[in-house]
């Protein structure tokens, strides 16, 4: 608070001084460095000052020490560690007071989706609800940490040989699955290999990149030649060439570890009565209505889960949703309505209880570039120049979402603030239509699955486009006739939302514009430099060269323009106030259940 603050005022004081010592004072100026970021960390979260106020005190004993060897002393330094040293015994004295709960264990868990499709078996999944599921009941070899990071989970540790295609895995010993049998390295193969056998339409794209997974797939080989197992608790995955990000597709759902003798049961099947090695064993399912879990008390992690149990209710209403969360039964609601959040935020009980972050998600609007008039790049740029973003995030999203300048969200390598992408120029948007012979202006449609889309949205992008003269038939439909109309070729504009898989932007690039995905999406979009870009910039190590080339990639991106970049999205998480321990993490699940106790 206000002697943070004062602290921080300090602290400026002693690092104008030191710049005056120069060489006597280096090691004073490298003492200040550590103090002012535990300074600021302390400013931004008192939760963290017992371990601050620590680091504050040893900065301080440092900086005394150097300064008393010092024979040039500087007043200035002396009375700014003075009050700094005064400063801190008061610190201690309120830390003292002030101490964040410990997690304690017991409480009953529960959480409401709209989604009502929701599949138990990694093979199976297909949606952010599934996902937000699994997570609690499998475990893969690597997890996403809070941002792009990994760390470990099933394996403890693992080494990466220097050209990026070899990586030996060390599994940690002990593990347990649910049914109480010790997992192995047999197990990680087992499960590899039956996502491969399980087809394209699933998660074998995570596996196609090592080496002899096409052999395997096609039955011409028993297991999968990269795969090799050294010992129990010891695997080697081959690539067949360098992928930068592997490790992150190794975090999905789909890399789950499963127990073969349960997988290939009969009764009940596998995908009804699932066995895994995660933080919560399963209990019970009610297919369209609920999933009951329990704390697995054989979880290796042994200070989570704290919750004896969980509940996952499917195909709930988001009114209910709301006033079941405001009446305490619900646990945290995930990105509930701008109403409930406004009246959240208003009261003092409830503020603090909203937080927000970037998603790993971008929304854009996708044109087919084989239908005319969007086969050609003014058009395509001209309505991208026609959409006020800033208007349409702050008249539809709020502070739910931010502007998206290019394809790559914030947080991830390749993303710069620098890029402006197509902005808002009218003018600029009917020139372009002038020069493509579309002065007079043209009719087209929009499609977009029924509900996702506010209504309030769709009237900003049609109002925009009616600006400089394009009539827009806009056409909310079911899923089922989406798709349909998609591969008939019959979407000349699609509005859709991309959620990454994995932290990395080729998530966002190769995925999105490659032209060996064309078809995927429908987008009929082919750019022989985007090609090469993407492609280079997946078997690249180097962080910095990845950096820069991802960068370059989404300015010919935007430039060429074969969508329009609209929004991220920010998560939106509200909790119950007596729920500690929640923080979002980029990649789904944004909230992990394991991580969660009741302070009461």
């Not at 007043?75 to 700094?84: E, K, P, Q």
């Not at 990071?149 to 540790?157: C, G, S």
Request: charged residues 30%; negative net charge; aromatic residues 8%.
């Amino acid at each position: 608070g206000e002697r943070a603050v004062h602290m921080s005022d300090l602290t400026e004081q002693v690092r104008r001084a030191t710049i005056e010592q120069a060489e006597a004072s280096k090691h004073i100026a490298n003492a200040m460095e550590e103090l002012t970021t535990v300074v600021e960390q302390i400013r931004a979260a008192v939760g963290e000052q017992s371990v601050g106020t620590g680091h504050v005190l040893r900065a301080i004993e440092v900086i005394k020490e150097v300064v008393a060897r010092n024979q040039t002393s500087i007043a200035t330094i002396n009375g700014a560690v003075d009050a700094l040293g005064r400063e801190a015994a008061l610190l201690r004295k309120e830390v003292e007071q002030f101490q964040m709960p410990a997690p304690r264990r017991g409480g009953h868990l529960r959480v409401a989706y709209r989604d009502a499709e929701v599949e138990l078996d990694p093979v199976r999944a297909k949606t952010v609800t599934a996902a937000d599921v699994l997570d609690n009941l499998f475990e893969t070899l690597v997890q996403s940490g809070e941002g792009s990071e990994i760390r470990p989970a099933l394996a403890h540790r693992w080494d990466v040989s220097p050209d990026g295609r070899i990586y030996t895995f060390f599994l940690r010993r002990g593990v347990r699955f649910h049914n109480g049998r010790e997992m192995t390295s047999d197990d990680v193969r087992y499960s590899f290999e039956r996502m491969l056998r399980a087809g394209e339409k699933t998660g074998a794209w995570v596996f196609t990149p090592v080496e002899g997974a096409e052999e395997f797939a096609r039955g011409r080989a028993e297991h999968v030649s990269g795969i090799e197992l050294l010992d129990a608790y010891t695997v080697r995955v081959t690539l067949r060439r360098p992928l930068a990000f592997f490790l992150s597709t190794l975090c999905v759902d789909y890399a789950a570890i499963v127990p073969r003798e349960e997988v290939e049961r009969a009764d009940p099947p596998f995908h009804l009565s699932p066995v895994g090695c995660g933080p919560f064993r399963f209990v019970a399912y009610e297919p369209d209505r609920r999933i009951e879990m329990e704390r697995f008390e054989d979880y290796y992690r042994e200070e989570c889960p704290n919750v004896d149990r969980l509940t996952f209710e499917v195909g709930v209403s988001g009114a209910e949703i709301a006033d079941r969360f405001l009446a305490g039964d619900l646990g945290y609601v995930k990105n509930p309505p701008r109403d409930l959040v406004a009246r959240l935020e208003a009261d003092p009980a409830w503020r603090a209880s909203v937080i927000r972050a970037v998603a790993m998600h971008t929304e854009r609007l996708i044109f087919d570039c084989g239908f005319p008039p969007f086969d050609a790049r003014d058009v395509r740029r001209a309505v991208a120049h026609a959409i006020d973003k800033g208007r349409y995030v702050r008249e539809v999203h709020g502070d739910a979402a931010i502007v998206a300048a290019g394809p790559i969200p914030p947080g991830l390598v390749g993303y710069t603030p620098e890029l402006a992408g197509l902005e808002y120029d009218p003018d600029r948007a009917r020139a372009l239509l002038a020069r493509a012979g579309l002065a007079g202006g043209f009719r087209t449609s929009l499609w977009y699955t029924r509900g996702f889309v506010p209504d309030a949205g769709v009237v900003r992008i049609r109002e925009d486009l009616a600006a400089i003269g394009v009539d827009l038939d806009v056409r909310a439909v079911d899923p089922g006739e989406f798709i349909r109309a998609r591969e008939r070729g019959l979407i000349p504009i699609a509005w859709r939302a991309w959620f990454a898989d994995y932290a990395d932007p080729d998530n966002f690039t190769y995925v999105l514009f490659h032209s060996a995905n064309e078809a995927f999406f429908s987008s009929n979009y082919r750019n022989p430099e985007v090609d090469q870009l993407a492609e280079r910039a997946r078997t690249v190590m180097d962080r910095e060269d990845r950096d820069r080339l991802y960068q370059q990639l989404a300015r010919v991106v935007v430039d060429d323009a074969p969508s329009v970049f609209l929004i991220h999205r920010r998560n939106v998480v509200a909790h119950r106030p007596d729920v500690e321990g929640l923080r979002l993490h980029l990649l789904t699940p944004v909230v992990r259940p394991e991580e969660l106790w009741f302070n009461e």
